[in-house]
């Protein structure tokens, strides 16, 4: 595993770690290319979901979180950004964690403060 590779891998368990320490769950959102037996080249079966982001949290309270994970110098690509304004037209919260989990953590502590505040 590159160094690169490891690093995204454990951003994105570290999200994951985050999210469950806050009472949600959080699941991978996979959609890797599909090869073509005869052509031997990759496919996507559904181009709907291309763009979709990296993991898909849900929280107490009826919170979904669409969060993406990105290692600096890394932006979201064109699909990406894409996907993300079709959240955004529908009222989803989407969020691009880069780098480290920080501005994650603030995010869920002031949504756990609101949810608390309901009760």
Not at 108 to 119: G, I, P
Request: glycine share 6%; aromatic share 8%; charged share 30%.
């Amino acid at each position: 595993m590159t160094d690169r590779k490891k690093r995204t891998s454990d951003l994105t368990k570290a999200v994951k770690e985050l999210i469950a320490l806050h009472g949600g769950f959080a699941f991978r959102n996979s959609i890797q290319p599909r090869i073509d037996p005869k052509t031997h080249r990759a496919y996507y079966p559904d181009k709907s979901a291309v763009g979709s982001p990296d993991l898909i949290a849900m929280m107490p309270g009826g919170l979904t979180l669409w969060i993406e994970t990105k290692i600096s110098p890394d932006k979201l690509r064109p699909t990406q950004q894409a996907f993300a304004a079709e959240l955004d037209k529908r009222g989803h919260c989407y969020f691009v964690v880069t780098d480290t989990i920080d501005e994650l953590a603030d995010l869920l502590a002031a949504y756990e403060k609101k949810v608390a505040a309901r009760v």
